[in-house]
């Protein structure tokens, strides 16, 4: 999460992170039993943030949730409807 903290979203690459479309990215880690965690967002242009919209996995390279480009659709337009409403900074310090 620091490295892309840091970066610009034209640095935002595997491993850290996979560009879907539409300014949408997958980051992606491991955790220590090595379950492969996603979580999928974008960005919001107008408030210069990342958005966080919800956590999946991929498993033999296939992202679960399956439907997760609809989710992401679905809420990009929600939020960007009502960012204020639908949005929270980061509660965890990115060390």
Partial sequence: M???REHPCEH???PKASPLKNNSYVIRFKDENG???RLFGFFH???HVFVICFAGTE???KYYPVDYEKRL???RIEVSDSFKERTVDCPWPVQ
């Fill in 2 to 4: 620091r490295f892309l």
């Fill in 35 to 37: 379950t492969e965690h």
């Fill in 73 to 75: 659709a679905r809420l």
């Fill in 12 to 14: 935002w690459e595997r």
């Fill in 45 to 47: 242009l107008t408030n």
């Fill in 59 to 61: 498993r033999d390279s």
